[in-house]
């Protein structure tokens, strides 16, 4: 299973950007299909982007326009990049990684970064 160690969170007042970082290590970077989800208090965790070994993106419809999600091969690290923050995008932001064609069972998470939006 691979490793995932998240960055890059911090409080930004609304309309502002951040970019999260999340590294990996311990497998074949290339081959995982890598997602950002969040998870804000009292709220289940939700998915927020995800992008395939294969460089194919999918959004949740609450980001459409305003995150992207790239990849790093050679860095073996996946960003989250944060437009036009507001309040509601307040949570924490978590890594999932797993090998394509894995079940979602064997894939490993991040410990998260904290996202703050507010003035």
């Known amino acids: 299973q691979v490793q995932l160690v998240e960055s890059g969170g911090g409080l930004v007042q609304p309309g502002g950007s951040l970019r999260l970082s999340c590294a990996a290590s311990?497998?074949?970077?290339?081959?995982?299909?890598m997602s950002w989800y969040r998870r804000a208090p009292g709220n289940e965790r939700e998915l927020v982007a995800a992008?395939?070994?294969?460089?194919?993106?999918s959004y949740a419809d609450f980001v459409k326009g305003r995150f992207t999600i790239s990849r790093d091969n050679a860095k073996s690290t996946v960003y989250l990049q944060l437009n036009s923050l507001k309040p509601e995008d307040t949570s924490v932001y978590y890594c999932?990684?797993?090998?394509?064609?894995?079940?979602?069972?064997?894939?490993?998470w991040g410990q998260g970064t904290q996202v703050t939006v507010s003035s």
């Open positions: 992008i395939s070994s294969g460089g194919i993106t």
């Open positions: 311990g497998s074949v970077f290339s081959t995982y299909v």
């Open positions: 999932f990684g797993v090998a394509e064609g894995q079940t979602l069972d064997f894939g490993s």
